[in-house]
């Protein structure tokens, strides 16, 4: 099983609707972050949490929530989906033992929005 | 202009060749990293690197500090190498990031 899992791989929904998209980790790491990738731009980060209660908007949190459920579980949510939300979703974590590790990424969930 | 920027965009190699991706960037980092984007979507990390260079099997990625500058090469390339590279630079945990836009190679058999 992979180490950071998203669900759904694959979303398809309508302008206006609300939508979650799921993210849990077994590498036991507090440090857990959502990024959406468009086609031509790098990876934005949407929001990241170094633990349950610690939660930072990050570039683009605009029209977006998050949920920090418990230590291995992220949602991103949306709530009122719109057109330009389309783009693929990456749920990622890091280790906070120290300043610069690895981070270590989920499958991506594609979301289109019609 | 962008703050971390690759080059070549594309890269369409033959089996067997020596291969490097480039990356530079303008932001002060305490860490470079490289990422590997398969055809499918998810990502893996490669290296995290803060200066020098590391090896692992046929990837080498390569940092040099005071020309804000680091490459990824891939030796004896293969079709299975084929996925967009990326790099991801940053002044100190993984939150500050700034990633490029990648290069997507295509390595032909």
């Known amino acids: 099983d992979a180490d950071v899992t998203q669900t759904p791989r694959n979303r398809i929904t309508k302008t206006g609707k609300r939508i979650m998209l799921e993210c849990s980790q077994t590498?036991?790491?507090?440090?857990m972050y959502w990024y959406r990738q468009d086609p031509g731009l790098g990876l934005r980060l949407i929001y990241y949490?170094?633990?349950?209660?610690?939660?930072n908007k990050g570039e683009i949190s605009d029209g977006y929530s998050v949920s920090r459920q418990a230590q291995a579980k992220f949602s991103l949510s949306l709530e009122s989906a719109i057109p330009n939300q389309t783009a693929l979703y990456f749920c990622?974590?890091?280790?906070?033992?120290?300043?610069?590790?690895?981070?270590?990424f989920g499958q991506g969930t594609r979301l289109t929005v019609v | 202009k962008n703050e971390v920027e690759q080059s070549p965009q594309n890269l369409t190699a033959q089996e067997g060749e020596f291969i490097t991706i480039n990356c530079s960037y303008s932001?002060?980092?305490?860490?470079l990293h490289w990422l590997q984007q398969h055809p499918g979507g998810g990502i893996v990390s490669l290296f995290m690197?803060?200066?020098g260079k590391k090896k692992h099997g046929r990837l080498i990625a390569t940092i040099n500090i005071q020309e804000k500058h680091s490459s990824l090469h891939i030796t004896a390339s293969h079709p299975r190498d084929s996925a967009v590279y990326i790099c991801?630079?940053?002044?100190?945990?993984?939150?500050?990031?700034?990633f490029g836009t990648g290069t997507r190679l295509k390595v032909l058999a």
């Open positions: 932001v002060g980092i305490s860490a």
């Open positions: 949490s170094f633990d349950v209660k610690d939660i």
């Open positions: 990622a974590t890091s280790d906070s033992g120290q300043l610069n590790t690895e981070a270590f």
């Open positions: 690197l803060s200066s």
């Open positions: 991801a630079a940053g002044p100190g945990g993984t939150y500050k990031y700034i």
């Open positions: 590498k036991g790491h507090d440090r």
